[in-house]
RNA sequence: GGGCCCGUAGCCCAGCACGGAUCAGGGCGUCAGCCUCCGAAGCUGAAGCGCGAAAGCUCAGAGACCGUGGGUUCGAAUCCCACCGGGCCCGCCA
């Protein structure tokens, strides 16, 4: 799988041990086992372990402490070819446990992360297309959506440091009910279409028109025929009211991809729902489901008249075509997936986006029938960051893929997320009494706490903290400090948490600076940054010098800092990210643990010195990686 | 009725995929310390029960609530089953 040398050596440590392990255990006559290495639940063991001498043991009615000597002596002896491996001790509960060789270590470690750019394990990887974001455009984001683009843009990221190719996508849902509200608003409710000085579009949208249109439905029912009558329109894709619609939509998806890119996540292609619907490629997909005879028309019965497929969970039927002909939600969100991993063929022609967005090109899809020099689609592996409300239909759509090309399900992943909820407190501080310890957030409703909001509450308290630190700094400065602080913030917050378990958001706890919280990681990195800056020496390490860092703390330094792959490859494999989180905090303690205790530039002896700078150069660098693979901004000083 | 997810210290979380080693790790909060010394957004230490103003003394010392109860296993926070509590999903809405 891998076709180049890992560059961070804990790999190599351990594909040593891996067959160390795996040639002692044939020599000893046992075979076909399978070696499983694992980290000593504390270093003093040694900084790998095997339980394999306890399965031996079992097999063999032998003791596990005694089948753990044969093992480790002939370990030891095979060993000796090894770069990385320095002992190997055996233990009386059956373990074997292996040290790493310090100085070899080190200086490799060292060296491989100070002579080149990290990651890119693979020379070159598969096309992955990754789907987040896909807020409506009728609102500005909230907290929630923020988790779902920062779990989305770090998956982006994590994927491409290890050499895939991918894609990142941002469906824009610019065809639904939503929006038909907004526009009901400025066209019948007397609604500005501008919003007022200072305040950004999204928000205004959001906050004053959306909510209050809502609210207009209950107390006036007649005003859901005019949503109906400018859903129609919109989906028409001609007239008046859609140009409009469609320079609404616009210009909030604007506002929206301003947060988005303040919170660091850019997009490879916008994905717009009026476009994929008027494609034709649900048609197309449909014709081949009826022949395969998937989909069945019902004659009779509740869904007498409609078109329907087997409900993947309880075999009951789930309609996809309404009698009236039209097609149901999943019915766009199949065509979308099929496209995505290239079940059909591409109607899509792609022109750049008009809004220049940092960092890259934004492609945007056409139906104009012009075919440009970038492709999208197609990908060997789609993946979906959706909720874990939207799972049921989620498994609706890999079924129906199943059917439409075998295998196809292990192509189309769904990775859910719970969703974000609001603090008893918080939904109190915005107007609202609420039964039970939290509240789930709703648009509708009004209750919800916004990115920019969140942000730029952020940002306030981190401009008087870093004011207080640097008084002599520009306010420019102090404000792109304060601004990378905050998005740090947000992002670790959003980001460590198991995508699994629900959020409760409370202002008091998100405005936490301190402990395991992304400013810790840009302290961290800026304390490091500081030594390089100030001191006499330069990075140098040899043979010699790396065989005189010998003290525990820059031995679990820089063993942590050469574990950042491993991390990476567990992001990959199971889609979570948060693993790059729990390593750069435990990197971020290793080297506040070390800063703490061993001296750098106070170090009298400059050999030494110069080689604990190479330590501290290389353990910053990849510190300031694993920050990145988190879309959390790195500054040298804050 | 069926399905998915969560339940670990006062609070918030890690560990669960692949079951293992003596204390199940962090963070917040509480208390006490550390800036003439590479940045204090940091680091170090304390917190079983009872008595005492306190130094301290007595008790606890196999088994200490990983939601509860079973099971599998030499071994379970981790796997299986049941139950309890919480959240979500099962529309000819999107």
Request: some cysteine.
């Amino acid at each position: 799988m891998r076709t180049q040398e890992p560059r961070l050596k804990f790999l190599d440590f351990q594909a040593e041990v891996e067959e160390v392990l795996a040639d002692s255990c044939r020599a000893l006559g046992f075979k076909d086992l399978q070696i499983e290495v694992s980290l000593p639940p504390n270093d003093t063991y040694g900084d790998l372990a095997s339980a394999i001498p306890i399965r031996i043991a079992k097999e063999a009615g032998k003791n596990p402490g005694d089948v753990a000597i044969e093992v480790a002596s002939k370990a030891m002896e095979l060993a000796k070819k090894k770069r990385y491996i320095g002992a190997v001790s055996p233990h009386r509960g059956g373990y074997v446990n292996f040290q790493i060789n310090h100085s070899r270590f080190i200086l490799d470690s060292i060296s491989a992360i100070s002579s080149g750019d990290l990651g890119a394990v693979r020379e070159k990887g598969e096309t992955v297309a990754i789907e987040h974001t896909n807020v409506n455009p009728n609102k500005a984001l909230h907290i929630g959506h923020a988790r779902n683009l920062v779990l989305g843009d770090s998956l982006v990221r994590v994927m491409r440091y290890m050499g895939q190719q991918v894609q990142a996508l941002n469906y824009v849902d610019d065809s639904g009910a939503q929006v038909a509200d907004i526009i009901v608003g400025f066209k019948f409710l007397g609604f500005s279409d501008e919003a007022p000085p200072g305040v950004k579009y999204d928000i205004y949208c959001g906050d004053s028109v959306y909510t209050k249109v809502t609210k207009a439905y209950e107390q006036d029912p007649s005003l859901k025929e005019k949503q109906s009558f400018v859903l129609k329109e919109i989906e028409k894709g001609t007239g008046e009211t859609a140009d409009y619609a469609r320079g609404i939509v616009r210009k909030i998806l604007s506002a929206q991809l301003a947060t988005c890119w303040r919170l660091g996540a850019t997009y490879d292609l916008l994905n717009w729902e009026s476009q994929l619907v008027h494609s034709g490629m649900w048609e197309q997909i449909f014709e081949s489901l009826k022949k395969m005879g998937y989909v069945k028309f019902q004659t009779e019965g509740e869904n007498k008249g409609t078109w329907v497929i087997p409900d993947p969970e309880t075999g009951e039927e789930k309609v996809v075509v309404r009698s009236d002909g039209t097609a149901v939600y999943v019915a766009k969100d199949i065509p979308y997936a099929a496209w995505k991993i290239g079940l059909i063929g591409d109607p899509f022609g792609y022109e750049t986006y008009p809004v220049s967005q940092p960092g890259g090109v934004l492609y945007s899809t056409t139906l104009d029938g012009k075919k440009g020099k970038v492709h999208f689609g197609g990908a060997r592996l789609a993946i979906s960051v959706i909720d874990t409300r939207q799972s049921y239909l989620q498994r609706i759509v890999s079924k129906v893929l199943d059917r439409f090309r075998e295998g196809s399900s292990k192509r189309y992943l769904h990775r859910s997320y719970e969703v974000v909820s609001l603090s008893k407190n918080t939904a109190a501080q915005l107007g609202f009494a609420i039964e039970g310890d939290f509240a789930h957030m709703s648009g509708r409703k009004g209750l919800y706490v916004n990115v920019d909001t969140m942000l730029d509450r952020l940002k306030d308290k981190a401009k008087s903290e870093t004011r207080r630190r640097n008084l002599a700094e520009p306010e420019a400065w102090v404000d792109d400090v304060a601004e990378a602080v905050a998005v740090s913030a947000l992002r670790y917050e959003l980001l460590k948490q198991d995508p699994d378990k629900m959020i409760v958001f409370d202002f008091y706890d998100a405005l936490r600076f301190q402990g395991d919280t992304g400013p810790y990681l840009l302290y961290s990195y800026a304390r490091a940054r500081r030594i390089l800056d100030k001191t006499e020496g330069k990075p140098a390490i040899d043979e010699k010098s790396a065989a005189r860092l010998t003290s525990p703390k820059e031995l679990k330094l820089a063993k942590q800092m050469s574990m950042l792959d491993l991390s990476a490859e567990t992001a990959e494999e199971f889609l979570s990210p948060k693993e790059i989180a729990r390593f750069a905090h435990e990197l971020a303690v290793a080297f506040n643990d070390f800063y703490e205790s061993v001296p750098v530039n106070k170090e009298e002896d400059p050999q030494l010195r110069d080689a604990r700078l190479a330590l501290v150069d290389a353990a910053s660098r990849v510190l300031a990686e694993s920050m990145r693979l988190m879309g959390i901004p790195v500054k040298d000083r804050i």
